[in-house]
């Protein structure tokens, strides 16, 4: 009845075999590409600091909201990412600057947004997090915010690549 | 979040917490509205990457609704798109959008309209475009928060 050529089962066989041949011979392949030029997609390497215009002479116990922006590469195209970070100098007088970014699914949070006193304050699904970045039991997070390794250059803050907290 | 593989499949982790649902509702003119459109949809598109950033957690921007704005049945798809969206499992669905005829249409669409003039931002540079966007985007967040807290009471 049919007059269209069946695939034969070796015929099948072939095919998938070459295709997940394909496959494997890509996985093996990539990783080699990837450590290949890897030197090039490494513009901005792990503990690089990123300038602010925040001076540190101004910066006081209470957290201020320091944006800075710089260039990042995301595969072939570059465009000018913008951070923000919670700025305050603890009572030891070292500067602690916090990732805004909640650890529970990532909403940006605020310093005493919604008039929770002394706290950061996260508006999806009222997340709290203390001063210092440690989440408030039985709210949402269950971990605390994320923080800035921080340098000075010429009396301006710098923000590195946000780390685990660990408070 | 985003409209890619891993947001995604978070969202289907986290349905309970991801309960809203942002659509870019975009004018597709080939004519010459040309530039007008593509510079709504550019707008739109910042205003919608804003918001996201900072409502992550409880939002996820759809791909954008395009439609062809000189058919006469140009709007009879977002009631549908809405109808799916709820169910989905979105509480709130926000049709963002430039074109200021889907004031008149929002009833219709079952979802809640943002409508937000653009700006047309050409050369402008990288930082005035973001500060301009963050001040509409502040008004937006207002929006949103009080829809959020009128669900809950
Ligand atoms: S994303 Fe912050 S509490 Fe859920």
């Given at each position: 009845?049919?007059?269209?050529?069946?695939?034969?089962r070796r015929q099948f066989l072939n095919y998938?075999?070459?295709?997940?041949?394909?496959?494997?011979?890509?996985?093996?392949?990539?990783?080699?590409?990837?450590?290949?030029?890897?030197?090039?997609?490494?513009?901005?390497?792990?503990?690089?600091?990123?300038?602010?215009?925040?001076?540190?002479?101004?910066?006081?116990?209470?957290?201020?909201?320091?944006?800075?922006?710089?260039?990042?590469?995301?595969?072939?195209?570059?465009?000018?990412?913008?951070?923000?970070?919670?700025?305050?100098?603890?009572?030891?007088?070292?500067?602690v600057a916090l990732s805004p970014v909640c650890?529970?699914?990532?909403?940006?949070?605020?310093?005493?947004?919604?008039?929770?006193?002394?706290?950061?304050?996260?508006?999806?699904?009222?997340?709290?997090?203390?001063?210092?970045?440690?989440?408030?039991?039985?709210?949402?997070?269950?971990?605390?915010?994320?923080v800035y390794p921080t340098a000075e250059k010429?009396?301006?803050?710098?923000?590195?690549?946000?780390?685990?907290?660990?408070? | 979040?985003?409209?890619?593989?891993?947001?995604?499949?978070?969202?289907?982790?986290?349905?309970?917490?991801?309960?809203?649902?942002?659509?870019?509702?975009?004018?597709?003119?080939?004519?010459?509205?040309?530039?007008?459109?593509?510079?709504?949809?550019?707008?739109?598109?910042?205003?919608?990457?804003?918001?996201?950033?900072?409502?992550?957690?409880?939002?996820?921007?759809?791909?954008?609704?395009?439609?062809?704005?000189?058919?006469?049945?140009?709007?009879?798809?977002?009631?549908?798109?809405?109808?799916?969206?709820?169910?989905?499992?979105?509480?709130?669905?926000?049709?963002?959008?430039?074109?200021?005829?889907?004031?008149?249409?929002?009833?219709?669409?079952?979802?809640?309209?943002?409508?937000?003039?653009?700006?047309?931002?050409?050369?402008?540079?990288?930082?005035?475009?973001?500060?301009?966007?963050?001040?509409?985007?502040?008004?937006?967040?207002?929006?949103?928060?009080?829809?959020?807290?009128?669900?809950?009471?």
């Amino acid at each position: 009845m049919s007059k269209k050529q069946p695939v034969s089962r070796r015929q099948f066989l072939n095919y998938t075999l070459t295709g997940v041949g394909g496959f494997m011979a890509a996985g093996m392949l990539m990783p080699m590409v990837r450590f290949a030029v890897d030197p090039v997609l490494k513009g901005e390497a792990a503990g690089d600091f990123h300038p602010t215009q925040q001076k540190v002479s101004e910066l006081t116990d209470t957290p201020v909201r320091v944006d800075f922006s710089y260039e990042q590469t995301d595969a072939w195209y570059t465009s000018e990412v913008t951070h923000t970070a919670w700025v305050y100098k603890n009572n030891k007088g070292d500067i602690v600057a916090l990732s805004p970014v909640c650890k529970h699914l990532g909403c940006t949070v605020s310093w005493e947004g919604n008039d929770h006193k002394d706290k950061f304050f996260c508006p999806c699904h009222n997340g709290l997090y203390e001063k210092n970045g440690k989440n408030v039991p039985g709210t949402p997070p269950l971990k605390p915010l994320d923080v800035y390794p921080t340098a000075e250059k010429d009396g301006l803050l710098q923000l590195g690549k946000p780390e685990a907290n660990n408070v | 979040m985003n409209w890619n593989g891993k947001d995604t499949a978070l969202f289907l982790q986290q349905k309970e917490y991801i309960d809203t649902a942002i659509v870019p509702v975009v004018p597709a003119d080939f004519g010459p509205g040309m530039s007008g459109a593509a510079e709504q949809y550019e707008f739109i598109q910042l205003l919608v990457t804003f918001l996201e950033k900072q409502f992550k957690g409880r939002l996820l921007v759809t791909p954008p609704h395009a439609y062809l704005p000189d058919l006469d049945e140009w709007a009879s798809d977002a009631a549908e798109w809405t109808d799916r969206l709820k169910k989905a499992g979105f509480k709130h669905v926000f049709l963002f959008t430039s074109d200021s005829r889907w004031r008149e249409r929002e009833e219709e669409t079952g979802a809640a309209v943002i409508w937000v003039p653009s700006v047309p931002l050409g050369d402008m540079e990288d930082s005035v475009k973001y500060s301009l966007i963050e001040n509409q985007a502040k008004q937006i967040v207002n929006i949103i928060v009080q829809k959020w807290q009128d669900s809950v009471s």
